[in-house]
C-alpha cells in the first residue's frame, strides 16, 4: 500500500515531508494495516449494515429506519464507523463500500416489500459521504442500480453532511435533482455543525433536516441548546422539511422536542442500531419500543 503513503506526501505538499516524524509513520502504518484488513473485509463478506429506527414524535411510530454500516473484524470484534469510514474515505475503497451500502438497502427494502413490513411512505436512509457524492458516476451508479432492484417507490433516503453541498452547490443541485426525480429523498445530516445559511438552504432539493446529536444531548440543563434546538424546528417547519433529532436518549429529551413540534427522532431512547432480525421484529413487534 506504497500508494497510499505516497497519496498522503503528496496531499500535503512538499513541505510536510520534514514533519513525516516518528508519529506519523506510526499513523501511516496503522493506517496500511487496516486498509489491508479493510480490503479483506469487502472480500470476506464482514460489513453488515445495522439499522436504527426513526419514530415519528407524537405517535411513536416507526416511520423509517437509518442504515448504518458495522464491520464485523474476525479478531477486534465490531469496529466503530468512526473509525473506519475515514480511512475508506482517504484509500477510496469507499466507492466500493458505499456502493455495497446502496445494494443492501435495496435488496433490504425489495425484503422487507415482499414480507409486507413496508408500509408506503416509510424510508430508509443511508450516509452518502463526500468522496461518494462528488464522483462523476455517482447518479448513473445509483440509477443502474435503482433499475437492478424494484424496491418501494420513495422509499429511499440519502443522507448527505452541509460540507459536502457548499463547495460545489450548483453541481450538487443537479445531482440532487436527478436523484429526486428518480424517487430519492435527501437529508441533511448533522444540522447546524455546518455552515448552512438559509438562502442556500431554500435551493437544496432537501426534504429532511437532521438536528445534531450534540445539540440535542444536553437540551435539558442548556438554554443555548434548547434555543438553537427550537430555531432549527422552527426554520425547518418554515422552508416545508420534516425535522428529525438525532441522540435522544431520555424520555425529558423527547419532551421538549415534542413541545417544539419537531416531527421525527433517533435515539437510544427508542433503540440503538440493530442488526436486520432484531430490526424485523421491531417492525413487527412495534410494542416493544417506549
Ligand atoms: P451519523 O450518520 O450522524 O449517524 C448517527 C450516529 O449516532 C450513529 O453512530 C448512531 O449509532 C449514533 N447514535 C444514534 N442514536 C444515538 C444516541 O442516542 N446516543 C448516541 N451517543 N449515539 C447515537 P455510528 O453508527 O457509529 O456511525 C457514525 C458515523 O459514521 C455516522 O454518523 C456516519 O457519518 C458514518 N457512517 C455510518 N455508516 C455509514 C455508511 O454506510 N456510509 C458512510 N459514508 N458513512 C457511514
Ligand atoms: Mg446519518
Ligand atoms: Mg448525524
Ligand atoms: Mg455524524
Redesign the pocket.
Known amino acids: 500500500y506504497a500508494d497510499t503513503a505516497m497519496y498522503q506526501v503528496k496531499e500535503k505538499g512538499r513541505d510536510s515531508i520534514e514533519f513525516f516524524n516518528e508519529e506519523m509513520a506510526d499513523k501511516v502504518s496503522r493506517q496500511l494495516v487496516m486498509e489491508g484488513d479493510l480490503h479483506r473485509a469487502l472480500e470476506e463478506k464482514q460489513f453488515e449494515l445495522h439499522f436504527?429506527p426513526k419514530l415519528d414524535v407524537a405517535s411513536g411510530h416507526i416511520v423509517g429506519a437509518?442504515?448504518?454500516?458495522r464491520w464485523l473484524h474476525p479478531t477486534k470484534g465490531f469496529i466503530?464507523?468512526?473509525e473506519f469510514?475515514p480511512v475508506l474515505e482517504t484509500s477510496g475503497m469507499?466507492l466500493e463500500v458505499?456502493q455495497w451500502?446502496l445494494e443492501e438497502a435495496c435488496k433490504t427494502l425489495v425484503r422487507w416489500q415482499d414480507k409486507g413490513l413496508w408500509q408506503s411512505g416509510m424510508r430508509l436512509s443511508?450516509?452518502?459521504?463526500p468522496r461518494q457524492f462528488r464522483r462523476k458516476a455517482f447518479v448513473d451508479d445509483v440509477l443502474s442500480t435503482l433499475k437492478a432492484y424494484s424496491i418501494p417507490e420513495n422509499s429511499l433516503d440519502m443522507?448527505v453532511t452541509e460540507g459536502i453541498l457548499i463547495q460545489q452547490i450548483d453541481e450538487a443541485i443537479v445531482t440532487m435533482t436527478t436523484l429526486v426525480e428518480n424517487g430519492i429523498s435527501f437529508s441533511l445530516?448533522?444540522f447546524g455543525t455546518g455552515y448552512s445559511s438559509i438562502s442556500y438552504l431554500k435551493r437544496l432539493p432537501v426534504t429532511v433536516l437532521k438536528i445534531d446529536?450534540g445539540f440535542v444531548r444536553d437540551i435539558i440543563e442548556d438554554r443555548n441548546d434548547r434555543v438553537l434546538v427550537e430555531t432549527i424546528i422552527t426554520m425547518g417547519k418554515l422552508l416545508d422539511m420534516e425535522v428529525v433529532a438525532?441522540?435522544?436518549?431520555q424520555a425529558e429529551q423527547l419532551d421538549i422536542l415534542r413541545q417544539y413540534g419537531c416531527h421525527y427522532y433517533?435515539?437510544?431512547?427508542a433503540s440503538?442500531?440493530v442488526d436486520i432480525a432484531s430490526f424485523e421484529k421491531l417492525l413487527l413487534q412495534p410494542q416493544k419500543l417506549p
Open positions: 436504527q437509518e442504515g448504518l454500516l466503530s464507523p468512526a469510514i469507499i458505499g451500502v443511508i450516509n452518502i459521504s443522507e445530516d448533522d446529536q438525532e441522540g435522544v436518549e433517533q435515539g437510544f431512547y440503538t442500531a
